[in-house]
């Protein structure tokens, strides 16, 4: 079946980095536009970043454009973002999406982790 698990995330002190991962089975990676989001408690989820699944372009929130980056590895069937240079108001859960390319309204969450960034 169909999964997409995320790490990575955890405590934090602001100015540091963490490196998120989140892991795909079950569907055709490299057809997928691959996606990072984030909710804050209280607040809805926002898009963080996106990467496509040719030629590997990507695109980032303005909050967050500088200090993320998102990368995938379509040989492990993973998607990766690495921040870095992290804020109070980057806590959040981090969630993973896939969306088909070729079949419009597929899409795939995974089950998200927590950053928490504080001293």
């Known amino acids: 079946q169909v999964q997409l698990v995320e790490s990575g995330g955890g405590l934090v002190q602001p100015g540091g980095s963490l490196r998120l991962s989140c892991a795909a089975s079950g569907f055709t990676f490299s057809s997928y536009v691959m996606s990072w989001y984030r909710q804050a408690p209280g607040k809805e989820r926002e898009l963080v970043a996106t990467i496509f699944s040719i030629g590997g372009s990507s695109n980032y929130a303005d909050s967050v454009k500088g200090r993320f980056t998102i990368s995938r590895d379509n040989a492990k069937n993973t998607v990766y973002l690495q921040m870095n240079s992290l804020k109070p108001e980057d806590t959040a859960v981090y969630y993973c999406?896939?969306?088909?390319?070729?079949?419009?309204?597929?899409?795939?969450w995974g089950q998200g982790t927590q950053v928490t960034v504080s001293s």
């Open positions: 999406k896939a969306a088909s390319v070729v079949l419009a309204g597929r899409h795939y």
